[in-house]
Each structure stands twice: as C-alpha cells, then as structure tokens.
C-alpha cells in the first residue's frame, strides 16, 4: 500500500535536517514504537514489535531540499512488515515541512475503510517527530 502523509513542523530548517543526519538514526525508534502502537489495530504484537531502521541521503534531493531515502522494517508476532520510500525535509514559512512517501508491505490487517492502519502509523510517526522537535527533544531521544 502506498502511502503519502505530511506535516509542519515549528522549527528551523538546520534544527531538523542536523537532527535527520544524526548517526546512528536509534534516536528515531521510540518515535517509530509508538507510532506503530498507535496505529495498529493489534496493541498487544505493536507493544513487542521489533524495528529497524536506515535513513540514508537521497542520491538526488528533490530541488536542493534534504530528501532521506527510508527503510523501516518491523517484526511482530503478527508477521513482518516494511515501510520504504522516501522523507523530505521542505522550508516553509517560519518552519518545515516533514513528508514522507513511502509503501507499506508485509502484514497489514487494513479493512477497507477511510483511514487505513498504515496511514494512521505514518500519521502517528510525523505527529511525534513534530512534538519532539517543537520540544527540541527529538534527536536527544536515544534507545
């Protein structure tokens, strides 16, 4: 399932690109835990999931904005599921755009509904980025 989601974030542009290069990218998984709690319908495989995660320089940024090419690999009880694609970092007024387009593969329980599960765990991913940075707590945030 292909998923494109987004949000602005009320910081400076070199607050989020430094903090999307930091290595090793572990600050990003309790980020990653929660949102995958937040949006699978079974709590009880999302508390024990699994996650590991690459985030790598695009070859080619799209229009000199920072683009991150994105692997984010979760093994539950319930199976194994990957999100690939990409993460954006875009100037905005007075702050960023977040964005990530990516595809959902592997175990996904989403009954043909309005909001999938897969785009409410993007959804939940941009959301506690967005109060991390706002919090200046995002990259400080190691596991």
């Known amino acids: ?5 987004q949000v602005w974030v009320d910081q400076p542009p070199d607050v989020v690109v430094a903090a ?3 290595r090793p990218v572990t600050w990003l998984r309790p980020f990653l ?7 699978r319908q079974d709590r009880v495989h999302a508390r024990d999931a699994q996650h590991d995660v690459r985030l790598r320089p695009a070859p080619l940024p799209a229009a000199g904005q920072p683009s991150y090419d994105l692997r984010w690999d979760v093994t539950s009880a319930a199976g194994r599921s990957t999100v690939t694609g990409n993460l954006t970092v875009s100037p ?4 960023v755009v977040i964005a990530i387009v990516a ?10 509904t309005a909001v999938r599960a897969e ?3 993007i959804r939940a991913l941009l959301g506690h980025l ?3 940075f706002e919090a200046g707590t995002a ?3 190691d596991s």
Do not use: C, I, K, Y
Not at 33 to 39: K, R
Not at 92 to 95: C, F, K, T
Not at 104 to 111: D, F, H, I, L, R
């Open 103 to 112: 595809d959902v593969a592997g175990q996904t329980e989403s009954p043909p």
């Open 1 to 5: 399932m292909r998923v494109a989601e």
């Open 33 to 39: 835990h929660l949102a995958w709690q937040d949006g």
């Open 92 to 95: 905005a007024e007075s702050g």
């Open 119 to 121: 785009e409410m765990v």
């Open 139 to 141: 990259a400080s945030a």
């Open 20 to 22: 999307f290069r930091r």
């Open 130 to 132: 967005r109060n991390a």
